[in-house]
């Protein structure tokens, strides 16, 4: 029986992940990396910390250094054509320091920025001079950032007041656009809202599911990031990858004692079966 080579005609989309590295491949850089491929792109990472964590949360966190940290990223950038930057858990201030200077150098290049503070249980997952370094360095160079209402109100520095104004600080302080979730707030059902500078430039609505999960903003902004890069308008990206983190939780699968894991490959197995 002979075989034929296959060779695509034009290779992936090529997104660079900032992020942590979580063993159970629920959430940082696995998840990202899993959603990436699901979604058509190939992965590149430059990890920022290495995580001890499990479906139940951040027991232990331990950041690259930073010239490592950048020593990986600038490789990728110096053998590969980029689509789009994916930024989660940088891990330390200066690991923040170096990825603001090397998205600067690429300013053509769309960047997401998933600003995680805190694990899904509540672990902290950034200090206060990561959190400067974010606002002051890295939401000037953000297309997109994708903060839950906690980290939307910690950032922006808006304990009070409505979505729209806290979507308005962000967008002052630098991001071109900002999806704001809804999962913790008592909507029902979830809301989503992007803004951008002239206001609000959408509202979708999903339905609340009643799980708790492990990288659901990982997998959000990974698939935003993933539609960029292959072209999509920044309304076509973060409405798709809406929904396909919508259809990954509801077909999330429990493999721990803790959260669900979204189960990115939920296309592939329904094709399947």
């Known amino acids: 029986m002979s075989r034929t080579a296959f060779f695509p005609q034009k290779p992936p989309p090529v997104v660079l992940i900032f992020a942590a590295s979580d063993p159970v491949s629920g959430a940082g850089a696995q998840a990202d990396m899993l959603t990436l491929a699901?979604?058509?792109?190939?992965?590149a990472t430059a990890i920022t910390a290495l995580t001890v964590?499990?479906?139940?949360?951040?027991?232990?966190n331990y950041p690259v250094r930073a010239e490592r940290f950048a020593a990986q990223a600038r490789a990728v950038?110096?053998?590969?054509p980029v689509a789009a930057f994916k930024l989660g858990v940088l891990g330390s201030a200066e690991n923040a320091?170096?990825?603001?200077?090397?998205?600067?150098?690429?300013?053509?290049?769309?960047?997401?920025?998933d600003p995680v503070l805190t694990s899904g249980r509540g672990d902290a997952?950034?200090?206060?001079?990561?959190?400067?370094?974010?606002k002051t360095r890295i939401l000037p160079c953000a297309d997109l950032i994708t903060p839950n209402i906690p980290e939307a109100r910690r950032l922006s520095g808006c304990e009070t007041g409505d979505f729209a104004r806290i979507a308005a600080r962000l967008v002052a302080l630098g991001a071109r656009h900002v999806l704001?979730?809804?999962?913790?707030?008592?909507?029902?059902p979830v809301r989503n809202r992007?803004?951008?500078a002239s206001g609000l430039v959408e509202k979708n609505d999903w339905s609340r599911l009643p799980?708790?999960?492990?990288?659901?903003?990982?997998?959000?902004?990974?698939?935003?990031?993933?539609?960029l890069a292959r072209g999509m308008t920044m309304r076509e990206a973060t409405r798709a990858a809406q929904d396909f983190t919508w259809q990954s939780l509801a077909h999330a699968f429990a493999p721990g004692r803790g959260q669900r894991i979204p189960d990115r490959f939920w296309q592939q197995r329904h094709v399947a079966a």
């Open 38 to 43: 699901a979604l058509g792109c190939h992965p």
């Open 53 to 60: 964590q499990d479906t139940t949360g951040v027991h232990d």
């Open 77 to 80: 950038l110096a053998d590969m």
């Open 97 to 113: 320091q170096v990825a603001a200077d090397i998205v600067a150098d690429h300013p053509i290049i769309p960047l997401v920025l």
């Open 125 to 134: 997952l950034a200090d206060e001079a990561l959190i400067d370094v974010l």
């Open 180 to 188: 704001l979730t809804g999962t913790h707030t008592a909507e029902e």
């Open 194 to 196: 992007l803004y951008d």
């Open 211 to 227: 799980d708790s999960f492990h990288g659901s903003g990982c997998t959000l902004a990974a698939a935003c990031a993933a539609y």
